[in-house]
């Protein structure tokens, strides 16, 4: 039981660095992310 609590904890922090670092991508360096995988692609 334990186990499965610190994998939702741990789940839920994986989720909230990569909002964060999102939106700092977004709103200090300006890079849209979302136009990321068309990037790749296109190159």
Do not use: C, R, S
């Not at 994998?7 to 991508?25: D, E, S």
């Not at 300006?30 to 790749?40: F, H, M, Q, R, Y």
């Amino acid at each position: 039981m334990m186990d499965k609590t610190g994998l939702v904890l741990n789940l839920f922090g994986v989720v909230l660095i990569t909002a964060l670092i999102y939106f700092l991508a977004v709103h200090v360096f300006g890079i849209a992310l979302l136009e990321l995988p068309v990037w790749v692609i296109k190159k």
